[in-house]
């Protein structure tokens, strides 16, 4: 792998495959009387008996090496499938679905250029609400104190900000597919989007580049990754400096240093590979029993796997790696990922898998492309950076594994990455701990240990009649040189077990020795570990809480605060309150015996119980909607709900319409106490039909700037003053669709010619 200066060995696949076999024998003429039918007997084979292995990344010593595990793997979960499909299995295995952070609208506006960057994040305004100090997280939403930039339905706003208390609208401008995050590093702004790949327009040469051609009927991939690389000097007048697209699916960013790090995720399309059956048109006939139906299928899944292995042969590796292409002018140049060797490529050994995880460190600012790929053969991964270490877990099983083999137990493979230089990563090392993570907020790296949070238990084998119980664990991990291999290793050092057993971990943080983990079944403990000793990690407290947390922020030593629901029924603690959204403040200062200070609920209507649908926060399962302002010890949370209105007019004719509520409420915090102190409205933006987009009439970000907040939602952006909770200035989002805005950019320009 790139950066990797250790002696890697090469991996070995560790894969007994099942012989697939057709024996003897005839089909006859169905005539309708079942016991006249000659029977094809076939030998599917069974599940092919998969083990774990070790999660130790080894580089591939060859492509030709890269090129047959690759196909192995996808020749097995086709197969897989198919032979679920002959036992009319109905398993939805365990797929995951990226689903796009973005939403929502577009204006035209009055040029403006930059001032000079004086305002300081963290003391003037506040900026996203990352995990890690000095680690900057990748959202739709950016500030540098003087513009704030918002991408929303297939649009990038720029937003001057000549004084605190005052918006200026500066530049609209189109982006190509559905932009989801960005980054800013002062006068560039790299905008992230996912692009389909069958909304690229056929005369496109990306098309070309993307597989669509006489040999190759269909997309490599159905979703790229695109970076859009903005110069933003001139607000007014954002111009493109570079755009580039990923094959695969976005995970995260992170920017540390200046350096540029993103993670996606990938598995290469085959046309015409099967995972399914094709039944005859006889197979539903009333009077074909079930013993012939199976042998229908028998043969139809007989016919598939043939068909799948006769692709595969016909397979070049080129056509399952992922590439980059760069757009410069009206040319793609296409960046190969395999280079001379492979030697990019890992995978956990003994591993079999065809999913591709891609760290690319970008220098998107030079004059000529430079970046780093490295790429692990292996699962749908989670992603944790502080500011020297950059960390990726995944299953080390893939869903398929599991069908016909009850006894393998779930394990999460975590990789480690030295990102302590600008522009370099560097392969630490791998470990394995058991169980699955929840999110990025149960994995930690403190002075170089890592350490996570972490659940057993069989508890999504829904088709086992004893699974073993759930259990939480804190595991710690540390490098360390096997003295065999003479290669780096993530080793266990320590650990603390039996946390809530039948309970789930909804939410976990670390913040330097300290751990709080939240579980959650009918009660919400709170449990709070000590890990000054990293070799033997100490449960402290434990305190039972009705609801549940679901994100944890730290306040200082003696304080946390967490946003979740209450319970139900206030008297026994069961159950959940859709209706509001809870927060938490909690005593820590006796690390053996936390205390719940206070709560308050909230909720965006005084009756929730007045025809209101449920309530919900953004910021119960996102922290970047979660914004404290320590300066002026306050926290701003979005809320929204809606309600079905309906009436008969005076001729008796029906008519339908939904209320719709989107507030920020803003809560004064101090360590002793909570409360409300004041909320901004933005339903007026949802009065009416036509700005309402996807549903998305909801406040999605806040930012704390001088003594105003800023409120941002698709409808538009609102400023209050912190003192008198007056609106002081706004502006509201116009309708566009993507042609108005070409035309308006196309004015714009007209204009400035005309000017000059």
């Given amino acids: 792998m790139a950066g990797n200066n250790q002696s890697v060995p090469k991996p070995i696949l560790a894969i007994s495959l099942v012989a697939i076999m057709l024996l003897s024998g005839c089909l006859g003429v169905f005539d309708g009387d079942d016991s006249n039918h000659d029977f094809v007997e076939i030998d599917l084979g069974d599940a092919m008996k998969r083990s774990i292995g070790s999660p130790y990344l080894e580089s591939f010593s060859d492509c030709e090496e890269l090129e047959s595990a690759l196909k192995i793997s996808i020749e097995e979960e086709a197969k897989t499938s198919i032979l679920q499909a002959v036992e009319d299995v109905y398993y939805w295995g365990g797929g995951m679905w990226l689903e796009d952070d973005a939403e929502m609208a577009m204006d035209a506006g009055s040029p403006s250029t930059s001032a000079p960057a004086t305002r300081q994040e963290g003391v003037d305004y506040s900026g996203t609400n990352n995990q890690e100090q000095g680690v900057d997280e990748a959202d739709f939403v950016k500030t540098d104190g003087y513009h704030i930039y918002f991408v929303d339905n ?119 590979l099967q995972t399914w059956i094709t039944y005859p048109e006889e197979y539903w006939d009333s009077g074909v029993d079930d013993d012939v139906r199976l042998n229908m299928r028998e043969i139809a899944a007989q016919e598939a796997i043939d068909n799948n292995q006769k692709i595969i042969e016909q397979l070049s590796l080129e056509d399952m790696l992922p590439q980059v292409h760069e757009r410069v002018g009206s040319q793609i140049i296409t960046h190969h990922m395999d280079g001379d060797d492979c030697s990019d490529f890992a995978a956990p050994e003994e591993s079999l898998n065809r999913g591709y995880t891609s760290i690319f460190t970008l220098d998107l600012i030079s004059e000529e492309l430079e970046f780093e790929a490295d790429h692990i053969v292996g699962n749908w991964p989670l992603v944790y950076s502080s500011q020297d270490t950059l960390i990726i877990t995944e299953n080390a099983w893939d869903w398929w594994w599991f069908w016909g083999n009850d006894n393998l137990d779930e394990a999460t493979n975590i990789h480690t990455f030295d990102i302590s230089q600008p522009g370099e990563t560097a392969y630490a090392g791998s470990g394995r701990v058991d169980g699955t993570i929840l999110d990025q907020f149960s994995i930690s790296e403190h002075e170089g240990v ?103 922020h730290p306040l200082s030593d ?112 101090t360590e002793d106490g909570l409360e409300l102190y004041g909320e901004v409205n933005h339903s007026q933006f949802y009065e009416t039909d036509e700005n309402r987009w996807w549903n998305s009439y909801n406040i999605r970000r ?55």
């Fill in 450 to 552: 890592v350490r996570v949070a972490t659940t057993t238990g069989q508890w999504g084998r829904w088709w086992m009649a004893n699974p073993e119980p759930m259990e939480n664990h804190v595991i710690t991990l540390s490098h360390a040189t096997d003295p065999q291999s003479e290669n780096v290793r993530l080793l266990e050092i320590g650990r603390v077990d039996g946390i809530a057993y039948n309970e789930t971990i909804w939410s976990a943080r670390f913040v330097e020795d300290r751990a709080y983990i939240v579980t959650f079944e009918n009660m919400d403990p709170l449990w709070t570990i000590d890990l000054s000793d990293p070799t033997n990690p100490t449960i402290m407290g434990e305190l039972e809480v009705p609801g549940v947390s679901t994100y944890i």
């Fill in 154 to 272: 297939g649009v990038l706003h720029i937003m001057d900000i000549p004084e605190f208390g005052e918006i200026e609208h500066a530049s609209t401008t189109s982006i190509q597919g559905s932009p989801v995050a960005m980054m800013l590093n002062e006068e560039s702004l790299v905008v992230i989007s996912t692009v389909s790949s069958w909304n690229i327009d056929s005369q496109d040469p990306l098309s070309t580049a993307m597989g669509w051609g006489e040999d190759w009927y269909g997309w490599r991939t159905s979703t790229l990754t695109k970076f859009t690389v903005y110069d933003v000097s001139n607000s007014s007048s954002p111009e493109v400096s570079r755009e580039l697209y990923i094959e695969g699916y976005y995970m995260t960013a992170r920017e540390v240093a200046g350096t540029v790090r993103t993670v996606t995720h990938t598995w290469m399309d085959i046309p015409g």
């Fill in 702 to 756: 806040s930012i704390f700037m001088g003594d105003y907040i800023y409120a941002i939602s698709h409808g538009g952006i609102t400023v209050t003053n912190l003192d008198t909770l007056e609106e002081s200035d706004s502006h509201q989002f116009v309708e566009y669709n993507q042609e108005q805005v070409f035309e308006t950019s196309e004015s714009s320009e007209q204009e400035d010619n005309a000017e000059d």
């Fill in 558 to 669: 003696d304080a946390i605060l967490t946003i979740g629901l209450g319970p139900a029924d206030e008297e026994t603690g069961l159950g959940l309150d859709w209706s509001h959204t809870r927060l938490s403040l909690f005593n820590v200062s006796n690390f053996s015996d936390p205390q719940l200070s206070q709560t308050l609920s909230l909720s965006p209507v005084a009756d929730p119980n007045n025809g209101w649908s449920w309530a919900w926060s953004e910021a119960t399962w996102e922290h970047k909607a979660f914004q404290y302002w320590a300066p002026k010890g306050m926290l701003a949370v979005p809320l929204n709900t809606y309600r079905y209105d309906y009436y008969y007019d005076e001729a008796g004719k029906y008519h339908y319409d939904y209320d719709w509520v989107s507030k920020l409420m803003i809560v004064n915090v």
